[in-house]
């Protein structure tokens, strides 16, 4: 059983940083791809950042693009996601999700394994 659990979210006032962590624990992978979502108030979950399993390759909603960065720790089987220029429009529940499919993806539910997420809230 692969368990996510993400931590690190909380209140921001705008421009701020927030570092969101995610451990994933039991059967772990050699390897994985991985990825952050999230769900506002009323709004469908959406895309914010993967990394994919072969290469590291990572890839960016345009609306985080150059102010969020995730990245992988295979050595603590953790995933993160640093958010800079923090906006009120990013206020949402923050999901991780994972598992060990080759190709690179930006749709939730494809993904097996998936956390049960964390708060962020940016003020203005």
């Known amino acids: 059983q692969v368990r996510l659990e993400e931590s690190g979210g909380g209140l921001v006032q705008a421009g701020g940083s927030l570092r969101l962590s995610c451990v994933v624990s039991?059967?772990?992978?050699?390897?994985?791809?991985a990825a952050w979502f999230r769900q506002a108030p009323g709004k469908e979950r959406e895309f914010v950042a993967g990394i994919s399993r072969i290469g590291s390759i990572t890839s960016y909603a345009d609306s985080v693009k150059g102010r969020f960065t995730i990245s992988r720790a295979y050595a603590g089987n953790t995933v993160a996601l640093q958010m800079d220029s923090l906006r009120p429009e990013d206020t949402a529940v923050y999901y991780c999700?994972?598992?060990?499919?080759?190709?690179?993806?930006?749709?939730?539910?494809?993904?097996?394994?998936r956390g049960q997420g964390t708060q962020v809230t940016v003020s203005s």
């Open positions: 999700a994972a598992d060990n499919k080759a190709y690179s993806g930006r749709v939730y539910m494809d993904y097996d394994y």
């Open positions: 039991g059967r772990t992978f050699s390897n994985y791809r």
